[in-house]
């Protein structure tokens, strides 16, 4: 299962989902293209809103800025992964973090 853990300041995003063998998963697929999107696109309004780490194992994502454009590509990201929660729960959890 994926799962991804998020706070105001910090994003981590973990696991395999499973739903598939490594390579044809469509949900790990959804997960990778809906975060690195999102990692491009504030990296090209603002190289110093977030840091983020990938380790293979996880990806954690610093946000650094709470402007406007920051605020809002994060919170959809968290809108699509939460869709994608709703569609395959078995292989992926959200929960918010302390």
């Known amino acids: 299962m994926i799962k991804v853990i998020y ?12 739903y598939e063998s490594y390579g044809n998963d469509i949900v790990c697929a959804s997960v990778s293209s809906i975060v690195y999107t999102t990692i491009n696109a504030i990296l090209n309004f603002n190289a110093k809103a977030i840091k983020y780490i ?6 954690e994502i610093n946000i650094l800025n709470q402007d406007k454009t920051t605020k809002t590509l994060i919170t959809n990201m968290l809108d699509l992964l939460n869709d994608l929660e709703k569609q395959y729960p078995e292989n992926i959890k959200l929960s918010k973090g302390e």
């Open 7 to 18: 706070t105001k300041e910090k994003i981590i995003i973990s696991g395999h989902a499973n």
């Open 54 to 59: 990938d380790n293979n194992d996880t990806l």
